[in-house]
């Protein structure tokens, strides 16, 4: 997940960071932090690209992660999101739900 075999996703319980790798993926030259919504960069960043693999287990595993309640989501490309993690993982697997059904 999201689109290759070998990505991997850790979380570190001390300090509630999930490592998200392409998660929330999106284009641009943002700053390295932010508290803003990154879900609707990164649904119009996978309209452009195509790379994820919207399978059956797609969004129960986004909310697993949510489950992890994440303060900070470090993401691969964009910028990296801190505050209600949780939310910005289930806004996601709602965008992909709704490209899905497209």
């Not at 195509?50 to 909310?63: D, F, Q, S, W």
């Not at 900070?72 to 059904?101: P, V």
């Amino acid at each position: 997940m999201p689109h290759n075999w070998e990505a991997g996703l850790w979380f570190d319980e001390t300090t509630s960071t999930l490592l998200a790798g392409d998660l929330l993926t999106h284009v641009g030259n943002p700053p390295p932090l932010t508290e803003s919504d990154v879900v609707e960069k990164a649904i119009a960043t996978e309209e452009l690209f195509r790379a994820t693999g919207l399978t059956t287990m797609l969004t129960p595993t986004l909310h697993q992660l949510a489950d992890l309640q994440p303060t900070t989501l470090a993401l691969m490309h964009g910028a990296s999101f801190t505050g209600d993690g949780a939310a910005q993982l289930c806004g996601l697997a709602a965008g992909y739900t709704e490209l899905a059904a497209r």
